[in-house]
């Protein structure tokens, strides 16, 4: 078993290996321990650069790209940032070190209700967990100056792209579900969106609806 202060290196190293360069992301990510959010026979694996499964037939996504896709969305303190896709709440938690307040929702009760208690337990207060149909985003406390979308749609929801403040940027992995997808960096202009293709990437598909747990 190797010991926290060498774990947390050489899971930090790791991050940086793959791309993950920006002080603060890096900062954020030492600060939250991935293992707060894995359960089980997998919590032991939570420093591996892996997706791992987590409750609802669910993941919680590989740190790397969790790194690149938090640097990518270039958040700054004064942000308030919407997060489709709670699942464990390790991204919503990350984000948190980095915004203003966060809001985050997943179409499983139960994946919130779990994540809450996680949040609560880090002292984590300005996170703001709730179950919803992520794909309709958050009209009343819209708008958004970043959004970040960690299930993927075919492409990105009109409602989300209406709710992102002007200059603002949303980051979303699009494509088919059982294929690879592509990671995009949108931003939104006075007069219309930029669109930046990133990185293929692989997450679990936007479903509509609430889920039945
Ligand atoms: N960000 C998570 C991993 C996300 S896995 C983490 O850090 O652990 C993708 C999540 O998106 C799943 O929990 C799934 O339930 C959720 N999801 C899929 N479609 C959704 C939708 N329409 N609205 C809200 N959440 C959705």
Redo the contacts with the bound molecule.
């Keep these: 078993m190797t010991e926290p202060a060498e774990r947390k290196m050489r899971f930090l190293y790791g991050l940086r290996s793959k791309g993950v360069t920006d002080a603060r992301v890096l900062t954020a990510m030492e600060r939250i321990d991935r293992g707060a959010?894995v359960r089980g026979i997998f919590a032991e694996r939570a420093y591996e650069d892996m997706p791992l499964p987590?409750a609802?037939g669910?993941?919680?996504?590989q740190p790397s790209v969790?790194g690149l896709m938090t640097q990518a969305l270039a958040v700054s303190p004064r942000d308030k940032v919407l997060?489709?896709?709670?699942?464990?709440?390790?991204?919503?938690a990350i984000l948190s070190q980095l915004a203003r307040r966060v809001y985050t929702?997943?179409?499983?009760r139960r994946?919130v209700r779990e994540a809450e208690a996680v949040f609560q337990s880090l002292g984590l207060t300005n996170i703001t967990a709730i179950a919803?149909?992520?794909?309709h985003g958050l009209p009343d406390q819209a708008p958004f100056d970043r959004i970040l979308v960690?299930?993927a749609p075919e492409d990105p929801p009109g409602p989300l792209l209406a709710q992102l403040r002007i200059g603002g940027i949303m980051v979303v992995p699009v494509g088919q579900s059982d294929t690879v997808q592509s990671l995009i960096k949108v931003t939104r202009q006075p007069h219309g969106y930029d669109y930046d293709e990133l990185r293929p990437v692989r997450?679990?598909p936007?479903?509509?609806g609430l889920?039945q747990d």
Excluded: K, M, N
């Design positions: 959010f987590i609802c669910q993941t919680i996504s969790v997060e489709v896709g709670t699942g464990s709440g390790y991204q919503a929702v997943d179409r499983h994946l919803a149909d992520g794909s960690t299930a997450f679990v936007l479903v509509e889920a």
